[in-house]
């Protein structure tokens, strides 16, 4: 019996490889599509080896061709971080637009299932709480986050369209603050910052007073979580992400316990546009999918912090 395939564009990158790696112990064949702007080669090191995992290094915003059969596209390729966005704002909405409609057309030729990888961030700061994926946003389009906000918007869109116009089985996940192993130093996000700054004894930076919230979901969660969707009949977008909602100041609090570290907290200014409280509505996610995050953050935390002490020198 035929192995199925599954290509995954950004599988070098945090989400990516370990998706790759779950997919790979389910059996399929693997197409990890990259071009290492913000993937690593470390986080595929131990997957090179295997037969069945195949690297392409390309760039998802040109074209490509693929021989043989492919039955799942995931497309998770992105500038995530705000750390990458803000610093390549053209390169991001790139890959939300023309890296998808390249893939959309993959999966098209290939009668593939298609995986579009987007974010809570479709819904900027919520004037709704928690969000519903009914929900319809509150983004504003012309400022500094809003490369990386329409992008995925835009990638919602095109591949609805698919789905419409072309009968492409096409899923959508709506990824909520997602952390663990394989994140990168400086990413630029709360959970390396925090962890980081702690491990060096460095000041943590909390942006505002900290009361802003988040929704932290360990990344085997989510993972399993996207398995579900892809094999699922679901056409829908479905919010991915932990519930449990903490400030900010409480997770910073929480880190410096676990990394026993003396850091002092220091306050800077809120970022443009930063959102004021995030936290999924699963619903849908709990009746279609039978998914529920298992990992508490602060069980989470601890396996992420001491990953972070066995690759201290990383990115340095």
């Not at 709360?190 to 980081?196: A, D, E």
């Not at 676990?258 to 959102?275: C, G, R």
Request: with cysteine; proline share 4%; aromatic share 8%.
């Amino acid at each position: 019996m035929r192995k199925k395939t599954a290509l995954i564009t950004g599988g070098a990158g945090f989400i990516g490889s370990h998706l790759c790696q779950r997919l790979l112990n389910e059996g399929y064949k693997v197409i990890c599509v990259d071009n290492f702007m913000t993937g690593s080669l470390d986080n595929i090191k131990e997957l090179r080896g295997n037969k069945n995992f195949t690297l392409l290094v390309h760039n998802v915003c040109q074209e490509i061709n693929i021989s043989g059969s492919v039955d799942y596209v995931l497309h998770c390729a992105s500038l995530a971080s705000p750390e990458d966005y803000l610093k390549f704002p053209i390169q991001t909405l790139k890959v939300g637009s023309l890296g998808t409609h390249n893939f959309l057309g993959l999966a098209k030729s290939k009668e593939a299932v298609f995986i579009l990888f987007s974010t809570s961030e479709v819904y900027g700061d919520p004037l709704v709480h928690p969000q519903k994926e009914s929900y319809w946003g509150n983004v504003n389009p012309i400022g500094v986050r809003g490369c990386y906000d329409e992008s995925k918007r835009f990638a919602e869109a095109i591949t609805m369209a698919y789905h419409r116009v072309h009968k492409l089985d096409t899923k959508i996940v709506r990824i909520f603050n997602t952390y663990g192993p394989k994140m990168r130093r400086h990413d630029g996000r709360v959970v390396p910052n925090f962890i980081v700054q702690a491990l060096d004894n460095k000041p943590l930076t909390v942006y505002g007073k900290g009361r802003q919230t988040r929704s932290f979901c360990y990344i085997d969660d989510l993972v399993d979580g996207i398995y579900r969707l892809m094999l699922s009949k679901i056409n829908e977008p479905v919010n991915l992400g932990n519930p449990d909602e903490f400030t900010i100041m409480q997770l910073a609090r929480l880190t410096l316990k676990l990394t026993n570290s003396k850091s002092k907290i220091v306050y800077k200014e809120l970022p443009s546009d930063d959102p004021h409280q995030r936290k999924p509505d699963i619903t849908r996610a709990k009746k279609a999918l039978k998914w529920n995050p298992k990992i508490a953050l602060r069980d989470g935390l601890r396996i992420t912090i001491v990953w972070f002490l066995k690759n201290a020198k990383r990115e340095r």
